[in-house]
């Protein structure tokens, strides 16, 4: 969490000036401008995807459905079916428009509920003294099943549980990953990713993303306090539930036999808020995992539609794209609720655990690719793609292996072996990172540069460039406006559509406006407005401001709890 107070800033300020010089809607798209070719933008879009089943979706959807089922009783699948129904209803009416405006409100009600349950939970277990006292003795009743005594260091809490700095070997979250290889996956999460990424690139100019960043950034402080401490102090309230570790008693409570810790913040929302407030917590709850799905099952659209679809048929009207777009988000869902059952019983139960491993199989190569394309103008399309194609085999290697003998637990270990899956997920994540730089590097040296004309304003060395860039998908891009002069002449001899198919445009978003045609200084004129990063210098002195004390209250919150 702390990670990201420090990769918004590295986002708004280095990232995002360079996305916007670019002139992308996606990362991908921004890899194809960099490097050209077709094979790097489809495969990261096939990736990324593939990212948001495993981890994403599945995992919020799982999150979703598991409290559904504590407050009402339901079966965990018919919850997951409630949860997607109402999610997707707005999201594929409204798309992005209607996504940033429920998060807006959504954002507010989660905070002001969460310290509500904040309040209630520190009120229940006597104050931060005796919170501290309390957690360390929280230990289960039942300890034993069919003559077996599980071992102590199962059901006792680690003694340095509130420390953020954990022992090199043998603690769970190792220092060095926590500093390094999580550093990774939060430099891919927030300066990568399609999902935050997007946002910052529907900003009015640079100073309203930075600020948006910054506020973000304030915002990611708040999960320690609303979050983390009421799920620690859920165990102590409801231990032998939280905390149970015999396989027959924790399926018997959650429905999971490697653990039930997914459970302890909705447990406690349940079972400690009065009823008018645990309906406020229901609707927070329900709203923050709306709020995540609705973005990413837009992002995940717009992927497919942009990246894939564009490459399967050669022109697609505008109505065909959103469609595709909207049938692909319905596919999507259909194999994430499939993925499910593996989700509820991976990393012992523990859903943080599972959605960090995933990532870090997956993602430290692509947080490669961004990194060294956006600071090493020598990196080029032969050395981004073989570095993708060596981390991806490794990653899947590690993970595939994984899964197939089993995450286990401390009750029932796995048997895979240690040179598999011994090293801790942060660690392979560091050294994942370090082959794949290795190889883009290698490989990119000892083959052609990408000559200077095509880099200005895409890599940073070249940012303030006032040269004109010539595309390495120049050609592709004048076949689509061609195109797309075609479709505007085809639209205006369409017939007026009746009011039964005016109805059907309108619910799916598809009856949209028609501006005037732009002339060419029009078309230039918007697109140099577009990818204009500057600033008015009273704002960009605020912000850069702003920027400095996150950064600073980012070091004062790790060297605190270290």
Same mark, same amino acid.
């Given at each position: 969490m702390m990670q990201a107070l420090i990769f918004v800033v590295v986002l708004g300020w280095?990232?995002?000036p360079i996305y916007i010089k670019a002139g992308v809607v996606t990362m991908p798209e921004y890899l194809k401008k960099r490097f050209g070719g077709k094979r790097i933008q489809v495969y990261l879009s096939v990736l990324s995807l593939i990212l948001y089943i495993f981890t994403k979706i599945s995992a919020d959807i799982f999150s979703g459905a598991v409290f559904i089922q504590l407050a009402i009783g339901l079966n965990l699948y018919l919850a997951i079916i409630i949860l997607l129904a109402i999610t997707a209803l707005y999201t594929i009416t409204g798309g992005l428009a209607a996504v940033i405006y429920t998060d807006t409100l959504q954002t507010f009600i989660m905070v002001v509920?969460?310290?509500i349950l904040m309040g209630f939970a520190f009120s229940e277990v006597g104050g931060y003294d005796a919170f501290m006292r309390r957690y360390m003795k929280a230990i289960p009743s039942n300890i034993s099943y069919e003559n077996t005594v599980i071992n102590e260091k199962c059901y006792t809490p680690r003694n340095d549980s509130f420390h953020i700095f954990r022992d090199a070997v043998t603690g769970d979250l190792p220092w060095p990953g926590l500093v390094?290889?999580?550093? +990774?996956?939060?430099?891919? &999460?927030?300066?990568?990713?399609?999902?935050?990424v997007q946002r910052c690139l529907s900003g009015k100019n640079m100073s309203h993303v930075k600020a948006g960043c910054i506020m973000c950034g304030y915002l990611k402080l708040l999960p320690m306090f609303?979050?983390?401490?009421?799920?620690? +102090?859920?165990?102590?309230? &409801?231990?032998?539930?939280v905390a149970c570790v015999v396989p027959e008693v924790c399926q018997q409570y959650c429905g999971t036999a490697v653990g039930c810790t997914n459970v302890a913040y909705p447990k406690m929302v349940v079972e400690l808020m009065p009823n008018g407030l645990r309906g406020l917590m229901l609707s927070v709850m329900l709203a923050s995992l709306m709020s995540s799905l609705t973005s990413i099952f837009n992002s995940a659209s717009t992927l497919f539609t942009m990246d894939i679809y564009t490459k399967i048929r050669s022109r697609p009207s505008e109505k065909e794209l959103m469609l595709a777009g909207r049938a692909f988000m319905v596919l999507l869902i259909g194999i994430s609720i499939a993925w499910v059952p593996v989700v509820q019983s991976a990393q012992s139960g523990q859903l943080f655990d599972y959605i960090q491993s995933v990532t870090s199989y997956l993602g430290p190569p692509i947080a490669a690719v961004f990194l060294l394309a956006v600071f090493c103008k020598r990196v080029n399309e032969q050395g981004a793609f073989w570095g993708l194609m060596v981390g991806l085999l490794t990653g899947l290697s590690r993970m595939i292996a994984e899964f197939a003998y089993g995450t286990g637990n401390c009750v029932t270990p796995s048997n895979c072996p240690f040179i598999i899956c011994g090293i801790h997920y942060l660690y392979f994540a560091m050294i994942l990172f370090g082959v794949s730089a290795i190889v883009i590097l290698a490989v990119s040296f000892m083959t052609k540069p990408i000559p200077d004309v095509h880099l200005y304003r895409l890599c940073w060395s070249l940012r303030n460039s006032k040269e004109?860039?010539?595309?390495l998908d120049a050609d592709e891009e004048q076949d689509k406006a061609d195109e797309k002069d075609e479709e505007s002449v085809n639209e205006e001899s369409e017939e007026e559509p009746g009011c039964f198919k005016k109805a059907y445009n309108w619910f799916c978003g598809l009856d949209q406006q028609k501006g005037p045609k732009l002339s060419k200084e029009e078309e230039e004129a918007l697109k140099k407005k577009l990818t204009d990063t500057s600033e008015t210098p009273l704002w960009r002195n605020v912000v850069n401001i702003n920027g400095i004390i996150l950064l600073?209250?980012?070091?004062f919150c790790h060297a605190f709890f270290a």
């Amino acid at each position: 969490m702390m990670q990201a107070l420090i990769f918004v800033v590295v986002l708004g300020w280095l990232f995002v000036p360079i996305y916007i010089k670019a002139g992308v809607v996606t990362m991908p798209e921004y890899l194809k401008k960099r490097f050209g070719g077709k094979r790097i933008q489809v495969y990261l879009s096939v990736l990324s995807l593939i990212l948001y089943i495993f981890t994403k979706i599945s995992a919020d959807i799982f999150s979703g459905a598991v409290f559904i089922q504590l407050a009402i009783g339901l079966n965990l699948y018919l919850a997951i079916i409630i949860l997607l129904a109402i999610t997707a209803l707005y999201t594929i009416t409204g798309g992005l428009a209607a996504v940033i405006y429920t998060d807006t409100l959504q954002t507010f009600i989660m905070v002001v509920g969460s310290f509500i349950l904040m309040g209630f939970a520190f009120s229940e277990v006597g104050g931060y003294d005796a919170f501290m006292r309390r957690y360390m003795k929280a230990i289960p009743s039942n300890i034993s099943y069919e003559n077996t005594v599980i071992n102590e260091k199962c059901y006792t809490p680690r003694n340095d549980s509130f420390h953020i700095f954990r022992d090199a070997v043998t603690g769970d979250l190792p220092w060095p990953g926590l500093v390094f290889g999580l550093s +990774i996956l939060a430099l891919w &999460y927030w300066c990568t990713d399609q999902v935050i990424v997007q946002r910052c690139l529907s900003g009015k100019n640079m100073s309203h993303v930075k600020a948006g960043c910054i506020m973000c950034g304030y915002l990611k402080l708040l999960p320690m306090f609303i979050i983390v401490m009421p799920g620690m +102090i859920s165990r102590i309230l &409801y231990t032998d539930v939280v905390a149970c570790v015999v396989p027959e008693v924790c399926q018997q409570y959650c429905g999971t036999a490697v653990g039930c810790t997914n459970v302890a913040y909705p447990k406690m929302v349940v079972e400690l808020m009065p009823n008018g407030l645990r309906g406020l917590m229901l609707s927070v709850m329900l709203a923050s995992l709306m709020s995540s799905l609705t973005s990413i099952f837009n992002s995940a659209s717009t992927l497919f539609t942009m990246d894939i679809y564009t490459k399967i048929r050669s022109r697609p009207s505008e109505k065909e794209l959103m469609l595709a777009g909207r049938a692909f988000m319905v596919l999507l869902i259909g194999i994430s609720i499939a993925w499910v059952p593996v989700v509820q019983s991976a990393q012992s139960g523990q859903l943080f655990d599972y959605i960090q491993s995933v990532t870090s199989y997956l993602g430290p190569p692509i947080a490669a690719v961004f990194l060294l394309a956006v600071f090493c103008k020598r990196v080029n399309e032969q050395g981004a793609f073989w570095g993708l194609m060596v981390g991806l085999l490794t990653g899947l290697s590690r993970m595939i292996a994984e899964f197939a003998y089993g995450t286990g637990n401390c009750v029932t270990p796995s048997n895979c072996p240690f040179i598999i899956c011994g090293i801790h997920y942060l660690y392979f994540a560091m050294i994942l990172f370090g082959v794949s730089a290795i190889v883009i590097l290698a490989v990119s040296f000892m083959t052609k540069p990408i000559p200077d004309v095509h880099l200005y304003r895409l890599c940073w060395s070249l940012r303030n460039s006032k040269e004109e860039r010539i595309d390495l998908d120049a050609d592709e891009e004048q076949d689509k406006a061609d195109e797309k002069d075609e479709e505007s002449v085809n639209e205006e001899s369409e017939e007026e559509p009746g009011c039964f198919k005016k109805a059907y445009n309108w619910f799916c978003g598809l009856d949209q406006q028609k501006g005037p045609k732009l002339s060419k200084e029009e078309e230039e004129a918007l697109k140099k407005k577009l990818t204009d990063t500057s600033e008015t210098p009273l704002w960009r002195n605020v912000v850069n401001i702003n920027g400095i004390i996150l950064l600073a209250v980012a070091v004062f919150c790790h060297a605190f709890f270290a």
